[in-house]
């Protein structure tokens, strides 16, 4: 899947951040809307994306990662204007479905309503 062209990862949890100590403050301030630049991760356990931070929701009054997710795509190797406007075009889509709020789950700061949806179907059929 880290390689298909039409595929794209929203990652909800954070238990690892990708982003150096400079990067830090500048992805806390990330306002609703807001992207950080477009970053390769790689390691020898899986196979290397491009990723961003994208602020789903405002943060004024709660934590950090509040309303925050990170988007995977396939690697453009090397096509920075590729790479640029593929996350630009892929966090107008996630930023689409943040209506209607994906309530009652307590995720829904940073769950699209879409993907909320598709859950709770896989879990009927299960």
Known sequence: MATAACAVGIVKSHRTLYVDAAALSTLARLEAGQRTTAFRVTSQRRTPVVSWYLRLREAAGRGPLWGLVRIEVADARGDTAAVAARADTVSRWVLAERSPLALPDGR??????????????????V
């Open 108 to 125: 829904w700061d940073r769950m699209a309503y879409g993907i909320r949806d598709c859950e709770t179907f896989l879990r009927a059929v």
